[in-house]
């Protein structure tokens, strides 16, 4: 059965590179979109020498986001506006777009355990704002591992929290999370939630300078799937 392809914008960077690792070696296309169609491309041939038998390409940030009805937005805070805006005419009504950015103080020169204040409530609420009628928003992916993405022998066991106000477009994205092993998705509810979620980025990198650890997120009590 053929795998519908995913497109990851800012998959330059350290967290969108490494889901594209995943993605590719759980045998998904992947587009990895960049503002260089140089470097998205660039990448796209790292993900191909990591993963043997890949479908990986790079392309523009506007021309990858209209490749997939499924778009990953991995960019800092800072760009997500921006970006956001440069691709806007090429998201569709039915895309879902899984939205991993985090208002981390350091967008504004400020510490890495603090969060920004979004006067939408969370940066994928702004999202929501930004994106066209009948794009659907999810928010997910905020406490796992850039490092442990990219790190194809890590073994993950750990959950990843998703919280939209779509819930077919969480099940879609909770199906794509599924098939990296030993990540599990779990529904955290609705999409103003999210502003708690994305704050837990600054709690688990508090806890990992702290314990010199690299940790992630795992609900107990939840039946096994």
């Known amino acids: 059965m053929s795998v519908s392809p995913v497109t990851i914008v800012g998959a330059t960077g350290d967290l969108g590179f490494g889901l594209a690792l995943r993605l590719a070696a759980a045998q998904v296309p992947v587009t ?3 503002r260089d169609a140089g470097r998205a491309q660039e990448a796209a041939e790292r993900v191909a020498a990591a993963v043997p038998g890949a479908h990986a390409r790079g392309l523009a940030n506007a021309e ?4 997939a009805d499924l778009v990953v937005l991995s960019v800092p805070f800072a760009s997500q506006a921006a970006t956001l805006r440069s691709i806007r005419a090429a998201l569709q009504p039915g895309t879902v777009l899984l939205d991993v950015t985090v208002p981390l103080a350091t967008a504004v020169g400020g510490r890495p355990t603090r969060t920004l204040g979004v ?7 702004q999202a929501a704002e930004l994106v066209p009628d009948g794009v659907s928003v999810v928010a997910g992916l905020h406490t796992v591992a850039a490092g442990h993405l990219a790190d194809l022998g890590h073994a993950f066991d750990e959950d990843a929290l998703l919280c939209g106000d779509d819930d077919a477009a969480k099940q879609r994205v909770a199906e794509l999370i599924a098939r990296i ?7 955290a509810g609705r999409l103003e939630l999210a502003r708690i979620v994305e704050q837990l980025t600054a709690l688990t990198i508090a806890i990992n300078v702290r314990h010199k650890v690299t940790a ?9 799937a």
């Open 32 to 34: 990895i979109g960049s």
């Open 64 to 67: 990858a986001a209209a490749a």
């Open 119 to 125: 006067p939408q409530g969370s940066a994928a609420q």
């Open 181 to 187: 092993p030993g990540l599990r998705p779990v529904d």
């Open 216 to 224: 992630g997120i795992r609900i107990a009590g939840l039946p096994a």
